[in-house]
């Protein structure tokens, strides 16, 4: 079973590298905005898009795009993301393009309440996490965090 | 040494000049900043840019203390290597990030006793000086995450091979 792991770089990435024991036994891909972090995976097939963190409309369009032409290439059975918005875009490119199961690991940074990201990947993802034993709800699990 | 990062995004201005000023009054101490260019130069501190996972590991094990905003990458980093770090979240009201998260994330994390924060560039500059004069040890955490949640998650990859 192919999976694709995906985070913007900073702080997602490391949430995301601290998921890795659990896809063990599976081929892994990982997406993310920085090429230099293929350090991190080096074993692995690894992918980058346009850091598209800024408000800038273009280079959001342009790593949508890119994104789903990922996808089309790296053709996951499961899309797992611990965010935000190039994870969000390979959820959604993910579940409409190929049908993938996909999973959504909110930022543990978001201590209040879930990402506007985190909700809008409920549509998407087969299965969301939140890091807050306060913010699980229906359709929102707690199950630990990747402290 | 003492190893300041402001993560990759955004610019961090109040810190980064904070931090210069301690560093002038310091001298006897290393500064190395991360920052991000065409912002604030830092006039007592030597800088680096972009630097690679890799990188910055290695200057966060070779620092003394860490300062950082209060990103999660820059936080769960020094947890990992063991250092004391000290955050100052960024705030919507300076234009340094787009909500008031890091707020909380730093509140709830400094109570539960993996950081320390300071809310204020006065209080981060007494605080340094704390954390230097009395090191006090923060909470450990391993390489991964909890057993639990690499558990569920294996679960979920078990069943989707069905």
Redesign the interface.
């Given at each position: 079973m192919k999976i694709l792991a995906v985070a913007s770089a900073g702080g997602h990435w490391v949430q995301l590298m601290r998921l890795v024991p659990a896809f063990d036994n599976n081929e892994v891909a990982f997406l993310t905005t920085k090429k230099n972090f293929s350090d991190n995976v080096e074993d692995h097939e690894f992918h980058s898009v346009i850091d598209a963190a800024s408000d800038a409309k273009f280079k959001l369009i342009l790593m949508t795009i890119q994104i789903a032409i990922k996808i089309l290439i790296i053709r996951p059975n499961v899309i797992i993301t611990t965010g935000a918005a190039p994870g969000l875009l390979s959820l959604v490119w993910g579940k409409l393009l190929l049908g993938s199961r996909t999973i959504w690991v909110d930022s543990i940074a978001n201590v209040e309440k879930i990402s506007l990201s985190g909700k809008l990947a409920k549509r998407f993802a087969d299965q969301v996490y939140t890091q807050w034993s306060h913010l699980e709800e229906s359709e929102i699990l707690y199950r630990g965090s990747i402290l | 040494m003492i190893f300041v990062t402001i993560?990759?995004?955004l610019p961090f201005d109040r810190l980064i000049k904070a931090v210069d000023q301690l560093a002038s009054e310091m001298k006897e101490t290393e500064f190395i900043a991360q920052t991000i260019k065409g912002h604030y130069q830092p006039k007592y501190m030597k800088t680096v840019y972009?630097l690679?996972?890799?990188k910055f590991t290695e200057l966060s094990k070779k620092a003394q203390i860490i300062i950082s905003h209060a990103?999660?990458?820059?936080?769960?980093?020094a947890?990992m290597v063991e250092k004391p770090i000290l955050v100052m979240p960024r705030l919507l009201k300076h234009k340094e990030i787009r909500s008031d998260?890091?707020i909380?994330?730093a509140?709830?994390l400094e109570d539960l006793r993996?950081i320390n924060v300071a809310y204020s560039t006065a209080e981060l500059k007494s605080k340094v000086r704390d954390m230097i004069n009395n090191p006090a040890p923060l909470h450990k955490?391993g390489?991964?995450?909890?057993?639990?949640?690499?558990?569920?998650?294996?679960e979920?990859?078990d069943k989707?091979?069905k």
């Amino acid at each position: 079973m192919k999976i694709l792991a995906v985070a913007s770089a900073g702080g997602h990435w490391v949430q995301l590298m601290r998921l890795v024991p659990a896809f063990d036994n599976n081929e892994v891909a990982f997406l993310t905005t920085k090429k230099n972090f293929s350090d991190n995976v080096e074993d692995h097939e690894f992918h980058s898009v346009i850091d598209a963190a800024s408000d800038a409309k273009f280079k959001l369009i342009l790593m949508t795009i890119q994104i789903a032409i990922k996808i089309l290439i790296i053709r996951p059975n499961v899309i797992i993301t611990t965010g935000a918005a190039p994870g969000l875009l390979s959820l959604v490119w993910g579940k409409l393009l190929l049908g993938s199961r996909t999973i959504w690991v909110d930022s543990i940074a978001n201590v209040e309440k879930i990402s506007l990201s985190g909700k809008l990947a409920k549509r998407f993802a087969d299965q969301v996490y939140t890091q807050w034993s306060h913010l699980e709800e229906s359709e929102i699990l707690y199950r630990g965090s990747i402290l | 040494m003492i190893f300041v990062t402001i993560g990759t995004q955004l610019p961090f201005d109040r810190l980064i000049k904070a931090v210069d000023q301690l560093a002038s009054e310091m001298k006897e101490t290393e500064f190395i900043a991360q920052t991000i260019k065409g912002h604030y130069q830092p006039k007592y501190m030597k800088t680096v840019y972009d630097l690679s996972p890799t990188k910055f590991t290695e200057l966060s094990k070779k620092a003394q203390i860490i300062i950082s905003h209060a990103g999660m990458g820059t936080i769960l980093s020094a947890l990992m290597v063991e250092k004391p770090i000290l955050v100052m979240p960024r705030l919507l009201k300076h234009k340094e990030i787009r909500s008031d998260h890091q707020i909380a994330t730093a509140n709830t994390l400094e109570d539960l006793r993996y950081i320390n924060v300071a809310y204020s560039t006065a209080e981060l500059k007494s605080k340094v000086r704390d954390m230097i004069n009395n090191p006090a040890p923060l909470h450990k955490i391993g390489n991964f995450a909890s057993d639990e949640l690499i558990k569920s998650i294996t679960e979920f990859l078990d069943k989707s091979k069905k």
